[in-house]
Every structure is written in C-alpha cells, then in structure tokens.
C-alpha cells in the first residue's frame, strides 16, 4: 500500500511569491492534516481537510490556506512569502483501515520550502 | 502554552539496553496518544499509540504506557538497537482533531 506522498521534495522561491505544496493520502483516507516544522521548532499543526472541508486551522496568519480536492488530495498554498515561512512541510493523512476508522496519522516526507 | 512536554531532550543507551522515554502533558481530555521516530528532513514515522481509555500497549519491541492520573505517558524500547537512533515525539489529540507534538527527545543507541 502506497504511504501519502508529498511534492516536490524541495521548493525554494523569494520573498513575496507564493508557494503551492502537494500532498496525495494513502489510498482510502479522507482526512489530511498540514503541519510545519520550522527549523529549531517542533512540528505545529496549520490545518485539517476532511471530505473536502477544511474543519480547523492552527495559528497561522490568512496567507496560508489550501484545498481538498474530490480524489482527497490537498494543497497548501502560501502567499506572500516571508523568510521565517522557511521550514519543512508535513502532510499527514488519516483515515478507515479494515477494522474501523483510525485515529492515527500517517505523514509523508515533506517539503522543504526555503525563502531567500 | 506547552500542551505536551518531552523534558529531556536527549537520552543516550547501550544496545541491548531498555530505552525509556517520557512524556507529559496538561489537557486532561485528550483521548489518543501516539509515538513517532524521526530523522532529519523526513517525515515523522508512526510508532506506537494509545488509547485514553487502556493502560498499556503493546507492539513488538516497542510498548507504551499511559498514567492518566499523572498525566503522563512512557515509551519503553526493549531491547534497544543502533537503529532505533532518532527523535522520538509523543503527540496527543481530541476527537481525531489536530496531533500536539512534543518537543522531541533525541535517543542514541551505542555500541
């Protein structure tokens, strides 16, 4: 069974542009999470997506926001760049297994965003 | 506000050893607890977890142990391999809502 997949793999872009970051759940899985993991910090949840909603968002300003698409999969996008918006992205992805719903998130790799 | 606390963050064992690394945390309602292992620039890996109602779990060498009443919980490595080298972080949740992680505690495992 295929984990949940992030692209791309490194990302680096300007201050003021905007990035758009990737994430495919595992198979099956309805619910996917973003979460940051600034360099020095621990990881801290950005926002949740389930069936297509988005039902909670960490303490992050506006300018990151994203979508869930009707396969699942997510997007995080982050306007406005700014150099402290460096980090690892992390996307996880929870969901039914064949004994009942999971409360367990799987993640995917991530993606390193860097903003010069 | 530091919801969950890892407070050491690091812990250096000898293989064969037992490796055992705490947790604590404030919110009396979370329900799941979970372990994850990471390494740099990757995703953290799903470990181990529990339930807010059960005491203890238990997968292979890996087991989990879980004080309510303390607000606490253990990860117990039995016996500990070069391997198992990495930063381990507790997380909690409520009603499958947003993970809380930790801060991390960094295990080394030597020869």
């Known amino acids: 069974e295929a984990g949940v997949t992030q692209s791309p793999t490194h990302l680096i872009k300007t201050r003021g542009q905007q990035a758009t970051l990737r994430c495919s759940p595992i198979?099956?899985?309805?619910?996917v999470y973003w979460y940051q993991q600034a360099l020095g910090l621990g990881l801290q949840f950005l926002l949740w997506?389930?069936?297509?909603?988005?039902?909670n968002r960490g303490n992050f300003p506006p300018r990151f926001s994203g979508r869930q698409f009707p396969n699942y999969s997510s997007e995080l996008n982050v306007n406005a760049l700014e150099l402290e918006d460096s980090a690892l992205y992390l996307c996880?992805?929870?969901?039914?297994?064949?004994?009942?719903?999971?409360?367990?998130?799987?993640f995917g790799p991530g993606t390193r965003l860097t903003v010069l | 506000d530091q919801q969950v606390k890892q407070n050491s963050p690091s812990l250096s064992v000898q293989e064969g050893r037992i490796s055992i690394l705490n947790c604590d945390y404030t919110?009396?309602?979370?329900?799941?607890f979970l372990w994850y292992k990471k390494y740099p620039a990757e995703g953290p890996t799903f470990l181990i977890s529990?339930?807010?109602?059960?005491d203890k779990n238990e997968d292979g060498r890996f087991t989990v142990f879980l004080n309510k009443s303390a607000k606490h919980l253990s990860l117990h490595i039995v016996p500990s391999q070069p391997g198992d080298s990495a930063v381990y972080f507790c997380?909690?949740?409520?009603?499958?809502?947003?993970?809380?992680f930790g801060t991390g505690t960094r295990l080394q495992v030597f020869p």
């Open positions: 996880a992805s929870r969901g039914i297994t064949p004994t009942g719903v999971t409360d367990t998130q799987y």
């Open positions: 198979s099956g899985h309805t619910s």
């Open positions: 997506y389930d069936e297509g909603e988005e039902r």
């Open positions: 919110n009396s309602m979370f329900d799941y």
């Open positions: 529990i339930s807010s109602i059960k």
């Open positions: 997380a909690a949740s409520l009603n499958t809502d947003k993970l809380i």
